[in-house]
């Protein structure tokens, strides 16, 4: 399985996940009740920075030897050069400037971290599949569709937007931002009595019903589904369910989930029955923290009886179900300081089982990617460049190919700019006939308190369009109404 639209050579840099002191932190576990009723799915801070070369960003100057963003017309083939300036005619797809030394050319950006959540409540609700979900941990993470190298988008340096929050948790992705923030003032009895007149009587108000939703914080959902029982007697899902229905209920009801057992359930989701979403899989276990990673485990084992490493093992093979098997242990190296030496001597390596040989060494591209830090597999990148004169994200997609291929270059991608990886998610989601109407819902719910502002801005300078002009053109009714409430304009 191939994705569409995942470039062979690469973003521009992105700084590492996260950095020290960063990581996610969340609750301790069996803390989550759940009712039943889920239907399946498919699926910081930064000072204000001078203006840039890029169009839609202020941030970073451009640096000379890269073309600005806008989009290559096509990828060339391997070994031919793309238009860099300053590159010698055959000198290899992905090879640096003369003197340089590769990524490092392009502006750096300050550390951001690798995502986190936000804290939960215990609170009551409904969740698929008629199980009683018994106790679980809250937490957070999200995240690719099939792979085609064949043309791709340039990816820019995001501009870096400022965040304000007065208690802004451990967890919270510095230097990133979400579109939806707690609402100052709340009341969770108000805001529950509000969602039970909005379903009593004939018809819904759909939009009392957006409004109150697509303006608070998923820990505050929670406690406005605890209050509508204490004050009802009834299970907000289950009134929510029996209004709604189609992309809306999809959506009202993600927007519901706890950010763990969203994961969770989506994982579970994506390997249940016959076949396996495959993308879900690599979106969501390729992008999360270690800390994000134990949790979702411990949350599948408690609240479907299931081991995942089991149901992975069961449901992929060959070098796809290691990648994931390696991914789903949670052990990536995640310091922040990054040894130039070891980036040189795993460049060597890599070349030598890619590259460098006949015949790839599987193996030794899983341990690297699976165990250093993102901050280390990007100096890794950039040394891999002036070894190969290629670089990585193209090398692989030489040697590799299918899932494999589709979750090596998943990481990377995030080591390098991971709102840009988003971005394209979201975009080919929409792209052409039809829409992917979960992955839209999977990313914007994800990452709508995490870095939707810095996606966002991703989406327009990739594709010189705004994501709210897409889903208007791509939905319609009262999904589109929520999804423009959550993204904004």
């Not at 932190?25 to 009740?33: C, I, R």
């Not at 004169?389 to 040697?399: F, I, K, T, Y």
Request: charged share 15%.
């Amino acid at each position: 399985m191939s994705y569409p639209g995942y470039p062979p050579t690469g973003y521009p840099p992105f700084p590492g996940y996260p950095p020290a002191g960063q990581e996610s932190t969340f609750p301790p576990p069996g803390q989550y009740p759940y009712p039943t009723g889920f239907p399946p799915v498919g699926g910081g801070a930064y000072p204000p920075a001078p203006s840039s070369g890029y169009p839609g960003a202020g941030g970073y100057p451009a640096t000379a030897g890269y073309p600005t963003p806008g989009g290559y017309p096509g990828a060339p083939p391997p070994g031919g050069a793309p238009s860099y300036p300053g590159v010698p005619p055959g000198q290899g797809f992905g090879a640096p400037p003369p003197g340089g030394a590769g990524f490092s050319s392009y502006p750096q950006p300050p550390s951001q971290s690798y995502g986190g959540g936000l804290p939960q409540v215990p609170l009551p609700g409904g969740f698929p599949g008629g199980q009683m979900p018994s106790q679980y941990p809250g937490g957070q993470g999200p995240y690719p569709s099939q792979i085609n190298t064949e043309s791709f988008p340039s990816y820019p340096v995001f501009s870096p937007v400022s965040l304000d929050y007065n208690t802004e948790p451990a967890a919270m992705t510095q230097g990133a931002q979400g579109t939806i923030r707690p609402a100052a003032n709340f009341d969770a009895m108000r805001d529950a009595e509000i969602l039970r007149k909005a379903m009593k009587g004939f018809g819904t108000d759909e939009q009392a019903i957006v409004n109150i939703v697509a303006n608070r914080s998923n820990d505050q959902r929670q406690k406005i589904k605890a209050a509508f029982k204490t004050m009802y007697g009834k299970d907000l899902i289950k009134d929510l369910k029996s209004e709604l229905s189609g992309n809306m209920e999809e959506l009202i009801l993600a927007l519901f989930m706890p950010p763990t057992y969203y994961d969770a359930w989506s994982l579970r989701n994506a390997m249940k029955g016959a076949g396996t979403q495959e993308r879900v899989l690599i979106e969501i276990l390729c992008t999360r923290t270690n800390q994000e990673i134990r949790e979702i485990v411990r949350c599948y084992q408690s609240e479907f009886g299931q081991d995942l490493e089991k149901d992975i093992r069961s449901d992929t093979s060959g070098h796809f179900e290691r990648l994931l098997v390696s991914m789903c242990q949670g052990n990536r190296d995640e310091n922040q300081n990054v040894n130039h030496q070891l980036a040189q001597e795993d460049a060597q390596r890599l070349y030598q089982a890619g590259e460098g040989r006949l015949g790839t060494d599987e193996s030794c591209f899983n341990m690297i990617l699976a165990t250093r830090s993102f901050p280390q597999l990007k100096a890794t990148m950039e040394a891999y460049s002036r070894v190969a004169n290629r670089d990585l994200l193209s090398s692989v997609a030489r040697e590799f190919s299918g899932n494999v291929e589709s979750g090596l270059k998943t990481i990377l991608q995030c080591a390098l700019n991971r709102p840009a990886f988003f971005a394209e998610r979201l975009y080919y989601s929409m792209k052409g006939a039809g829409t992917d109407d979960s992955t839209l819902v999977r990313i914007v719910v994800t990452r709508s308190e995490i870095d939707l502002v810095q996606i966002k801005q991703m989406f327009k300078q990739m594709y010189q369009k705004t994501l709210s002009t897409m889903i208007v053109s791509d939905t319609s009714g009262d999904y589109r109404r929520l999804l423009l409430a959550i993204v904004g304009q």
